[in-house]
């Protein structure tokens, strides 16, 4: 019996996921979406095995997905099956520092947002503004200048008819343009499609650390123009990400340390939500497994299923593997870049559901223990599954360059784990959001679809609230009004910190759950260090140096309140 969507679930999947036909008028259920899937993805089967094949892990994939214990990212929900080659969600493109590169950049990020693709770029290689050009002996824009470009470009694409675009923009720290792209966002207009990351590497967080000063340095001649204080600039960074959400941070070493294939060159930038950072013209697919339905009940709760959790996770990675098989691509450079390296993302959501399940306050000891368990059990059995289809398929074609080929079997995939935000396919799954914990208990959801607003009052606690000695109507009134336990005085302690929100944690929390999961995925893990409005710019300045200190890819803080128009909103009545 497939699981039952939630309304919500039926809602975004037939305002964007469905097919439609020449009429506009749905053409699919979600029981059929979830067969094209299946049946789209097992066809690469076919290369490799017998039509048995085929047939087998149709109905397996067709199992995984209709019982919403794994869900591949949108682009793969949204196109397998319909002629749409494209399936993945992640790309990285090259910006160099030629107008012809750049416009032949900006064709190819079109062509990818176009099919519901999200695009990263490193501006750092563009010369500073005011620079000369030779070949015209004019002025150089700039990198910001030409990210409005881009941002213009993406504003007028409606992914395939369905959502708008979504773009990373990173900068070096050292850049001299580096100022005007920390402030980029904070006329609170700017750059609507693009999240921005500052890149920084270990020596200039040391140098902010112990107050030095760093050169700023000219990309074409390497050349330093200025000296700057390193504490300074991190706290314009925090004053900016203070009041808007913008830039976040990425930490260039540790993504390097990470790099798979460092002969194929440095990794400068990240697709747009940052699980993911990637080679230029590198693409890659992401899946995520629901682990709120990763466990069986026992005599007093729930426990985890180890045993299907491991089944799950080795089924999710030859579907993701399979993903690569059938995609077709926008541009040789990117089919040729992803065939070296066959990166998959397979990686969770549900999490916060499963410690309540489980009882396990969120940011609690107990549950960074779990979470480090969690996702090595993950690691390894996708680790285990990408050599057993290295041995059926052979490795990815960079294996033998790459800085795993002298310690162990060859794998299929240069990396197999990132942790993505899930952002919708978590409400198809009807399931808390990556590995965050509930923003809410009740909440408002703006712009998901279009013009609604989608309300929602977690199900779990109202399914509980009367093991849990409350009154659900009583419940109800307060949360539409407050959307968190705090300040109903009748709830026990230990149900308040198993329901504690994401405002209710504090930030070491927040970063101590990222890290655990962090050291056991290749990629990256999307993670949002939620502050209340009350928070301070050192506050946020101290997040960054803890996330550094944490070995971290990068980090990203939101402070409540602090966008015009926010996503999530406490409470369910404006
Ligand atoms: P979903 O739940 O839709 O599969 P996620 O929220 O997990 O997506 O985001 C995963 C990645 O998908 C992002 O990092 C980004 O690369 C891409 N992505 C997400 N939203 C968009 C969007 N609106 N446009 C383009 N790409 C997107």
């Not at 490799?48 to 591949?72: K, R």
């Not at 881009?150 to 900068?171: P, S, W, Y």
Request: glycine fraction near 8%; proline fraction near 6%.
């Amino acid at each position: 019996m497939p699981a039952e969507l939630t309304d919500n679930a039926i809602r975004v999947l037939e305002a964007r996921y469905l097919l439609r036909d020449d009429q506009g008028t749905l053409s699919e259920t979600p029981d059929q979406l979830f067969r094209r899937v299946a049946r789209a993805i097992a066809a690469a089967e076919q290369k490799y095995a017998d039509a048995s094949s085929v047939e087998h892990y149709t109905e397996q994939f067709y199992q995984l997905l209709s019982n919403l214990e794994f869900l591949p990212n949108s682009p793969t929900l949204m196109n397998a099956g319909t002629g749409l080659g494209q399936l993945s969600a992640c790309f990285v493109l090259p910006v160099e520092d030629s107008m012809a590169d750049i416009f032949d950049s900006l064709k190819l990020m079109a062509l990818i947002q176009q099919a519901g693709g999200g695009t990263g770029f490193s501006f750092s290689r563009l010369r500073p503004k005011g620079d000369l050009v030779t070949t015209t002996g004019g002025q150089a824009s700039g990198p910001v200048s030409f990210m409005h470009i881009f941002d213009c470009a993406t504003e007028h694409i409606r992914q395939g008819g369905k959502r708008r675009g979504a773009n990373m923009g990173v900068l070096r720290i050292d850049h001299p343009d580096i100022r005007d792209f920390i402030n980029a966002k904070r006329d609170g207009v700017s750059f609507q499609n693009f999240n921005l990351s500052v890149s920084v590497s270990d020596v200039w967080m040391q140098a902010a650390q112990q107050d030095q000063t760093c050169p700023l340095i000219h990309p074409l001649t390497g050349q330093a123009v200025a000296q700057v204080s390193a504490r300074e600039l991190l706290h314009s960074i925090a004053e900016a990400a203070w009041q808007t959400g913008d830039p976040g941070m990425i930490f260039n070493d540790a993504i390097n340390r990470a790099n798979p294939t460092p002969r194929s060159g440095p990794i400068e930038a990240t697709n747009p939500c940052g699980e993911v950072p990637l080679l230029p013209y590198e693409a890659c697919n992401l899946g995520s497994i629901n682990v709120s339905r990763m466990v069986r009940q026992t005599s007093d709760g729930y426990a985890i299923d180890w045993q299907k959790l491991a089944r799950t996770t080795q089924l999710a990675l030859r579907f993701l593997d399979n993903v690569i098989e059938v995609s077709r691509w926008p541009d040789p450079r990117i089919a040729r870049t992803v065939e070296s390296n066959r990166k998959v993302g397979l990686g969770i959501m549900g999490f916060a559901e499963l410690l309540i399940l489980l009882e396990i306050p969120y940011g609690s000891a107990e549950s960074i223990r779990l979470a480090e368990e969690l996702m090595a059990s993950i690691a390894q059995e996708a680790r285990t599954a990408s050599e057993q289809l290295a041995e059926q398929r052979g490795p990815f074609s960079n294996w033998s360059d790459s800085i795993e080929a002298n310690s162990g079997p060859p794998l299929r995939n240069a990396t197999r784990t990132s942790i993505a935000p899930t952002g919708t396919i978590g409400i198809i799954a009807g399931t808390s959001a990556g590995i965050e914990p509930l923003f809410a208990l009740a909440y408002r959801r703006e712009h998901v679809l279009g013009e609604q607003t989608l309300v929602e009052i977690n199900p779990l606690l109202l399914r509980n609230a009367q093991r849990y000695g409350l009154e659900p109507e009583i419940l109800q009134t307060h949360l539409a009004q407050q959307g968190t336990l705090e300040s109903l005085p009748q709830v026990p302690e230990t149900v308040r910190a198993i329901f504690r929100t994401a405002l209710e944690i504090p930030p070491e929390e927040h970063l101590q759950i990222q890290a655990a999961f962090q050291r056991h995925v290749e990629n990256a893990v999307s993670k949002t260090v939620n502050l209340p409005e009350s928070a301070t710019v050192e506050t946020i300045s101290r997040i960054y140096h803890r996330a550094w200190e944490l070995g971290l890819k990068g980090v990203t803080v939101y402070r409540y309140g602090s966008k015009a128009q926010q996503v999530l909103y406490l409470g369910t009545t404006e």
